[in-house]
């Protein structure tokens, strides 16, 4: 994330959530509850008030605070949709924007 700024939370929860969404073909009406999380750094909007923008207006939201964890990567938006599907553990999609994407290529430990 570039700022911790209520744009720049907005915009980086609506991206990372628009894209989770759309590599698993989640349908709104599938969504048990959406949980977000960011580090401690970033706390000048909710994450979740994005979704509602973008039409998750009946689903549970939850936003809370990562451990701060020395090393680890900052100003880090995390997004977990809780949907019902058929695909497999190996067919979900995970998305990663920005700099997140070392997060994945390290075998999903943080690089320090």
Known sequence: MDANTREAILAAAEELLQGMVSANGVQVEDVACILFTTTPDLNAEFPAA???ELGFSEIA???GHEMNVSGSLPMCLR???LFNTE???EEIVHVYIKGAQRLRSSGGKEEG
């Open 61 to 63: 939201l939850l936003c």
């Open 50 to 52: 994005a979704a509602r």
């Open 79 to 81: 997004i977990l949709i």
């Open 87 to 89: 695909k497999s553990a």
